[in-house]
């Protein structure tokens, strides 16, 4: 495990417990009100460093040419590991305290830096597949009890093998970039009736992390569990949206379909592995052993990543914390997944973004949903400023936020933060 140069710091003011200390150093794709258009930036305190003029003034020389004037940073990312190496280390020199590139040039800082606020932050990566995990072993035991039997809560194959399902990419969105509008579509509110077509009643969030794949493998060529990490870039916070009355009636035998395809929000940073390098921890004991090609080589292979959720009602003051967890809790590791995922031969791509599945964690405060924090919609839960909640109502705004600590030294992910707009109104005839 790397320690943490605590010695290091950045002559940009911020606050102590900012997410984006120079220990992180995330990449995000933004536009200024200016022009509109999009680049490379890393976000350090309040600000963002424009990395395509860092570029233009040949103070960031990668290998292999130019990659930060680009919409997306998927160029950047295939170009390869030494490169992220490359590029972290020069961004982490010019922002330190000790270099003074940056530091006594006043006009070079006025254009390379803005203001978060200032900014529009955009999707930082084309994402060619979404593919998401079910991975927290007490969400699927939350899961099993409600849904199936809380004596067969965890089917056979769970402690086998990360399961998943793939998702819909074209429905993965960048946090802010627009609210989440209800969905409608079929359920089945009474086991003897037929289904019913309405707006969906059991809107829920999902409180994930999720991996972007940093480097490709070849159809029909597996990625061996020794090499998987080599594979992955960076993570971010992920709300997989989900509807829980139209997941329960569609989901045998196939599993999730209209249910999970309608909003899946991701922060607009992505936290790189080696800036998460410090907070691994022990994956938790996995029993039974998994089978030789699933064996992790090393313990180390989860993280120390604090999660939090909270609900804003329209027209609250404040917020109301409703759970707060850990990713350490996650049974199978990034690694595992990646490696079952591709086992079969399936490729992966650059950009490619892998979800955690919902992350719960031992007690009922660290649940990663309303369908068990509320178990089921039969504890609702109270709300600053009154009213109570079993799932998410129209106006209500979720927020997820994570980040990594140790001996003062943060590195965080920022937040998602979507607001729920009602169902639409269309025409069923049309
Ligand atoms: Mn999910």
């Not at 999009?38 to 600000?47: D, K, L, S």
């Not at 280390?89 to 003074?100: K, M, N, P, V």
């Not at 399961?163 to 003897?192: E, M």
């Not at 660290?366 to 039969?378: D, R, V």
Request: glycine letters at 8%.
């Amino acid at each position: 495990m790397s320690t943490i140069d605590t010695n290091l710091s950045s002559f940009i003011d911020m606050a102590s417990d900012s997410d984006f200390s120079i220990h992180n150093l995330p990449y995000g794709i933004f536009s200024d009100t200016a022009d509109g258009k999009r680049r490379a930036g890393v976000a350090i305190g309040e600000h963002v460093l424009d990395l395509a003029l860092l570029e233009t003034e040949g103070l960031l020389t990668l290998k292999g040419g130019r990659y930060f004037d680009q919409p997306t940073l998927n160029a950047f990312i295939d170009s390869g590991r030494d490169n992220w190496t490359l590029a972290r280390s020069t961004i982490q020199t010019l922002l330190s305290a000790d270099s003074d590139t940056l530091r006594d040039d006043q006009h070079l800082q006025k254009k390379a830096l803005f203001k978060q606020a200032d900014v529009t932050m955009h999707l930082p990566v084309h994402i060619p597949g979404y593919t998401d995990f079910y991975s927290s072993k007490e969400h699927a035991t939350n899961v099993g009890t409600i849904f199936r039997d809380p004596n067969n809560a965890l089917l056979p194959n769970w402690t086998e093998l990360p399961v998943g399902y793939n998702g819909r990419a074209s429905t993965v969105f960048v946090t802010g970039s627009t609210d989440i509008i209800r969905p409608s579509g079929q359920l089945k509110p009474n086991p003897d009736d037929r289904p019913i077509f309405a707006p969906c009643k059991r809107l829920d969030f999902e409180l994930e992390t999720a991996f972007i794949v940093g480097k490709p493998n070849k159809i029909g060529e597996p990625i061996p569990i020794g090499k998987a990490w080599d594979h992955i870039f960076g993570m971010v916070l992920f709300n997989d949206w989900s509807a829980r009355d139209i997941q329960k009636w569609e989901y045998v035998p196939l599993g999730p379909f209209n249910a999970k395809t309608f909003a899946s929000e991701i922060s607009p940073w992505i936290v790189t592995m080696d800036a998460l390098e410090p907070f691994k921890t022990e994956l938790p004991t996995q029993d039974p052993e998994p089978l030789p090609y699933l064996r992790e080589k090393k313990t180390d292979s989860s993280f120390d990543i604090y999660l939090s959720v909270s609900i804003l009602p329209e027209g609250a003051d404040t917020a109301t914390l409703l759970s707060e967890t850990n990713f350490k809790y996650m049974y199978w590791s990034m690694g595992q997944q990646l490696t079952h995922h591709t086992i079969s031969g399936c490729e992966v791509e650059v950009g490619d973004l892998m979800g955690s599945g919902t992350i719960s964690g031992p007690t009922p405060g660290s649940y990663g949903s309303m369908l068990e924090i509320a178990w089921n919609a039969t504890k609702p839960v109270e709300l600053k400023g009154g009213g109570t909640r079993t799932f998410i109502d129209d106006g209500d705004t979720v927020i997820m936020k994570g980040y990594s600590e140790k001996d003062g030294i943060r590195v965080g992910f920022g937040e998602v933060r979507g607001k729920v707009l009602p169902a639409l109104d269309f025409d069923f005839d049309a």
